[in-house]
């Protein structure tokens, strides 16, 4: 037996036993990280001050049932801390609060109850209606956007206001992989798995063929632990989105304008990203001056696209979205500007004191990821450059009033010729160790932010 699975292995490429190994052990990796979470903060607890009130938050990792409470009490702002499963202490006067009811069991306030806040806890903990995985190690990676792609994929469009602003083609992945499974959210995280092995499978090829298998597994290596690599683990379309963009970059370098117009047309219907595709495939169709190719594969190509984004507007025109195309998008605070103006919003609102770690990583994410596109631009091949390109002065675009740059340093992990880049770097021992220490350890930090319900990307 072990030696029929030693021969199948070893009938395998070597782009697919690095897919195999690598993801694994990322995978595994991951479990334990988040297991360790699970075990080590079975209650998440905050004391905070959200729009001028003192609220003290509570979590369970268990049960994934949330609590929000003012911290008001007879004049006074109480914070906080942990006792045991079922209890809090506060530290001005050491009682002992009840967390499921919020009322004082023991102590100076014995009797009396913590009034409810005045902030949901839908809004501190976004489900979007859709109940938490039972399963800890699943519900776990339940965070953020995933609940937007699970309530689409349960309820379809207009259930919850703001969901018009994910495009379709993912939820439509799980909801029919959930017809099997019938758990959509073990249905996300399965498609988001096997599309990262065969993404890393791709990527392992192509950045071979530009340099050699060793940069390859560098590159590859960087990508895995990359600070925001773990959202690659969850329920989210970045390794979908990766192999799209590969597939029509790799249809429009042999010529197959068909083809290359069709992965656009799922890329934009998986994220809007995917309109940085139309770039290089207009630079590389001009660069044939039309010459041997049919009219109607070059019309294809280019239909394709525009009927992506044609499908997009309609579905937000039928939810009645107040604006159809997403220039200005009040219910989130968000407009498109020009990309300068969004670099130096970023920089005074640092330098104002306003900003956190998080604004902090998401400029110098976009400064690096900029320089070292213009210093190498020739390194790649002009396709990959020019989305590369196109995508980073697309996430650039996008003003977010509440944070600038906004999200940069995850949708920076989806411009992936970057990496092989960084994995030419990489090639020197200083250099590696370098890079190594500092993505695991941005990786290590964010992955428990995000865990805990703090917003990383």
Known sequence: MLNKVAGVWDGLSPAW?????????????????????????????????IFGEPVLTVFDMQTSQ????????????????????????????????????????????????????KISTERLFPYHGVPAHPVPLISIWQRFDVNWYLVIARNGYGSVSGDVHFPPLYPVMIRWVSILLRDDMLSGLLIAQLALYYLVKLLYELFAKWGSETTASKSLFLLLIFPTSFFL??????????????????????????????????????????????????????RTRFKNVLWSDIFFAGLSPTIAIGVYLLLRASVGDSSVIPLNEADLHARIVFPWESLIYSVRYIFDGLGGYI?????????????????????????????????????????????????????????????????????????????????????????????LWGWVA
């Open 66 to 117: 949330p609590y929000a409470y003012s911290r008001y009490m007879d004049g006074s702002i109480l914070s906080f801390q942990k006792l045991d499963e079922v209890h809090l202490r506060d530290t001005k006067t050491g009682s002992v609060w009840k967390v499921s009811s919020g009322e004082c069991v023991s102590g100076t306030y014995t009797g009396k109850n913590l009034s409810a806040a």
């Open 17 to 49: 036993r690095f897919s195999l190994a690598s993801v694994t052990l990322a995978r595994v990796f991951y479990t334990l990280w988040s297991l360790l979470y699970l075990s080590s903060f079975s209650l998440v607890v905050q004391n905070q001050d």
């Open 359 to 451: 604004d902090i990583l998401n400029l110098v994410a976009f400064l690096t990821f900029s320089a070292v596109l213009v210093a190498n631009w020739k390194k790649l091949p002009i396709e990959y450059a020019l989305f590369s390109a196109a995508g980073i002065i697309i996430f650039s675009m996008r003003w977010v009033d509440t944070q600038p740059l906004n999200s940069m340093i995850r949708y920076l992990l989806t411009v992936f010729p970057l990496f092989f880049l960084f994995g030419r770097f990489a090639e020197s021992r200083w250099a590696n160790r370098l890079v190594f220490l500092l993505f695991l350890g941005l990786n290590l930090f964010l992955s428990a932010q995000f865990f």
């Open 233 to 286: 683990f969850s329920a989210y379309t970045e390794a979908v989105f990766m192999i799209l963009a590969i597939l029509s970059l790799r249809s429009m370098q042999d010529g197959k304008w068909h083809w290359a117009g069709f992965w656009i047309f799922c890329a934009i219907l998986v994220r809007l990203q995917g309109v940085a595709l139309i770039v290089p495939l207009a630079w590389v169709i001009l």
